[in-house]
Each structure stands twice: as C-alpha cells, then as structure tokens.
C-alpha cells in the first residue's frame, strides 16, 4: 500500500505596496496673516458695537431731544397744524427720525406742494414750507361755494374771507369730476384762464378788475361779465383785450349817450340808444360788427318779453 505523502501548502504572500503618508510642512506664514485679519475683523466690529452704544446714549441724552420746531413759508396751513402732523409722526428722538417719512406726511396736506426738512443739532427741527399758489376761484356747477384751483387744477380748498381779500373774477364753465379726462379738461381750461387775464392786464390799464365772472364752458367762445352793469360779453376765442376794450368803449358810448363816439357805429335799431341799461349781451368777435341784446323789464303781468337784437355796423 503506497504510503500517503503529507503536502502542506503554504499561502504566498502577496506584495502590499507601502503606503506612503507625506507631511507637508505647516505654512506658518498663512496662518499668521488669517490670524491678523480675523483679529482686525474683531476689532471693527467691536468698535462698530461701541459706536452703536455710544450713539444710542448719546441720542437718548435730554440735550439731543426734540424742542423746537421752527416752520416758515406757510400762510395757508398754520405753524400749529405743520408741528401737529411732525409730533404725531416722529419721536422725540432727533437722530433717529425718518425725515424722508415726515417729508411725504406734510405734503400729503393739499395746500403743502414741497418741504424742506432739516436736522438742526442738538434739539431743533427746521421746515420751510413751500405752498401751492390760489389761482383761480371757481365754482363749479350745482355748488354754490367757490373753491381755490391752483395753476395744476387742482382743488385747495374753499374761499376764506379772513384770508382772501383781492378777489379774481370768478370762473364757470369747469367740472368736479376727478377722472383723468376732466383732469385734462380743467387744466386746459386752467390755461386758457391764465392767457385771458394775462392779456387782460397786459396793458397800460388793467382790465379784470372790471370782470365778475369768466365763463370757460366753451374755449372756442369765452365770456365775460362786467361788475357794474352785469352786461354778458362775447369774447371768442382771441384777441381778448382788444375786444373787451371794443366791448367797454360801446358801453360807456351808449349809456353816456357820447354821440360823438356813437357816430362810428351805425346802429340798424336806433331804439337802443333809449333805454341802454336794459343791454345785457354785447358781442364783439365780428371784427367790424357789433351786436347787441337787450331785456325788456318785467312787466306787472310778471312776464318778460322776448329778447331784442341790435346790430351796429362800424364804419370802416
């Protein structure tokens, strides 16, 4: 019997290839400048977190607190109702006041167009007010109170006797409504106002003390109303005073009876010359024609009779 041969198998060890673990050397160079700059960046904020003490107990000092209130440039909204909306938007913190804020407050009052608002240290505020401009009294339809407009059309406010002493001639023809359309329409109208009273008083003599009443219905047809003898005159749409001049020179003719001036004009109804203070219309926009409307007076039945048209011809 052939005898078992033992084999002992022995593993082969496998070749490991060393690992190798390089060290790089520390830069110290790097580390030492982050170490300054994060010691720098400490040191900003903690000065920013000292500034920050030391403004809030220096702005809660009694000495930065709000006293005075100085407001010029107002005549329209009072000083006591500019430092009641001041008051009631800001605390008595002047430092720390939101003047852009309190800015948008004040002109939030229609009256107030601009303000100015200024810091003045250690305790006062300065504002100088700068206030929308009356330009036109006008009353719009079915109200009987007039109202202020400015050069923009918009609506300040009412008359005030105490305020208003020298009066324009009041306007007619304009619109309450607020949509944007009217807006347009009223500041064209607006406009047109301002080129009528500025040719008014553009002479040597100024003409729109003797207006009552602008009516701007239609910017094609102005008319006007004479203060004293309440006659309607037709303007048209130009050469304003040289008209209202032809208007008032006829007037004054008629009722003065000045036969000299009167001779100019040929008039078809001589009638007219009887009874001149039943003229109510004059319109003056035919450059070489006159006419002129009369009301008879009321009579004891309680009618009036119909109007009566006169024509005067200038001699050319």
């Not at 040191?43 to 000292?50: E, G, I, N, S, T």
């Not at 407050?105 to 009256?111: V, Y």
Request: aromatic share 6%.
């Amino acid at each position: 019997m052939a005898e078992k041969i033992k084999q002992v198998v022995t593993p082969r060890k496998r070749a490991t290839k060393a690992k190798q673990i390089n060290v790089s050397s520390v830069d110290w160079e790097k580390v030492k400048s982050y170490s300054k700059l994060a010691l720098r960046m400490s040191a900003v904020v903690a000065c920013l977190l000292v500034v920050m003490f030391v403004y809030n107990e220096l702005v809660s000092l009694p000495a930065f607190q709000l006293q005075n209130i100085e407001v010029s440039g107002n005549s329209r909204v009072s000083s006591a109702e500019v430092e009641k909306t001041v008051r009631n938007n800001m605390s008595n913190k002047l430092f720390s006041t939101n003047l852009k804020k309190l800015q948008e407050q004040l002109q939030s009052s229609i009256w107030i167009k601009h303000a100015q608002i200024t810091r003045i240290l250690p305790d006062t505020l300065r504002i100088k007010i700068e206030e929308r401009k009356a330009l036109a009294l006008v009353r719009f339809e079915s109200e009987q109170t007039p109202v202020w407009l400015d050069a923009d059309a918009v609506v300040l406010g009412e008359y005030d006797n105490t305020l208003d002493k020298e009066l324009p001639p009041l306007v007619v023809g304009l619109t309450r409504e607020t949509v944007a359309a009217s807006r347009g329409e009223n500041l064209e109208k607006i406009q047109m106002y301002q080129q009528v009273i500025s040719a008014f008083d553009a002479g040597p003599k100024k003409f729109s003390p003797l207006i009552e009443e602008i009516d701007l219905s239609n910017l094609k047809d102005i008319r006007v109303q004479l203060s004293e003898s309440s006659v309607e005159v037709d303007l048209g749409d130009r050469d304003f005073r040289a008209r209202l001049s032809r208007a008032v020179d006829v007037l004054t003719a008629l009722h003065s009876r000045n036969i000299a001036k009167l001779k100019e004009y040929k008039f078809l109804d001589p009638k007219i010359l009887e009874q001149p203070e039943q003229i109510k219309f004059i319109s003056v926009v035919h450059p070489t024609q006159i006419a002129i409307r009369t009301v008879k007076p009321v009579q004891s039945n309680g009618k009036v009779t119909s109007d009566k048209v006169a024509f005067a011809q200038k001699e050319r």
